[in-house]
């Protein structure tokens, strides 16, 4: 699992994102079939056969997140990593929550009860490589899931001088790309990690997101 998805003002490069490993692979906790969600309070959005063939699952708990378009967020970030990938037929599931949901998955699964914008759950392990080199993609039907918390994206987008979608996108993207073997343990990973991500969202017209944009 990669948890505490944080922006570091302290890191050697502005807006460096630390994603420290805390939990075994294939441990998933957003429990969902396709069409169908589990647990009471959450609402399923209606994505439909596009949204399933494109791999984006959407699971939205917080109505905030069905106000700010998720879904379509979601479906467009996805497609425009997986297909990056070459893993078009793999499908990844999209929770939005809020705060108080994602920092009790924070401490349920990296010990920390505190919020965090997104933290990803792969659903296999990945095979070990050199720093910096290309990860091995798994060749398989679900890559894994994926959490967003509303209030921390927003204040992140807002204190980063980025608009919402823009942000949240980003945030997608970088989680997929968790899923399927990326990391920034060391700084060759980082550099191979954020090249991917500016090459995915620069398909997408999104700026580096690493670039100082200001503050709001």
Not at 29 to 54: K, N
Not at 78 to 105: F, K, M, P, Q, Y
Not at 158 to 168: E, I, L, R, S, Y
């Amino acid at each position: 699992m990669s948890c505490a998805t944080r922006w570091s003002p302290a890191s050697s490069r502005r807006g460096k994102l630390t994603t420290p490993q805390c939990w075994p692979p294939g441990s998933r906790p957003i429990q969902r079939r396709r069409g169908a969600a589990t647990g009471a309070s959450a609402a399923v959005a209606d994505t439909g056969p596009e949204a399933d063939e494109a791999g984006a699952d959407v699971v939205i708990e917080d109505e905030r997140w069905e106000d700010a378009g998720l879904e379509r967020l979601a479906l467009i970030a996805v497609t425009a990593a997986l297909d990056w990938l070459d893993r078009r037929e793999s499908s990844v599931v999209v929770l939005g929550c809020d705060d108080a949901r994602i920092a009790g998955l924070n401490a349920d699964f990296c010990g920390k009860p505190r919020p965090t914008n997104v933290l990803s759950w792969p659903a296999v392990e990945h095979a070990p490589r050199a720093p910096g080199a290309q990860p091995q993609v798994p060749e398989v039907d679900e890559l894994g899931d994926i959490a967003l918390a509303f209030e921390t994206c927003a204040a992140e987008a807002a204190g980063q001088n980025k608009t919402f979608p823009d942000h949240v996108t980003h945030l997608i993207v970088h989680a997929v790309l968790h899923l399927a073997g990326y990391d920034h343990i060391n700084e060759a990973d980082a550099e191979t990690m954020e090249a991917a991500e500016r090459s995915i969202l620069g398909r997408l017209g999104i700026a580096d997101p690493y670039l100082d944009h200001g503050t709001a």
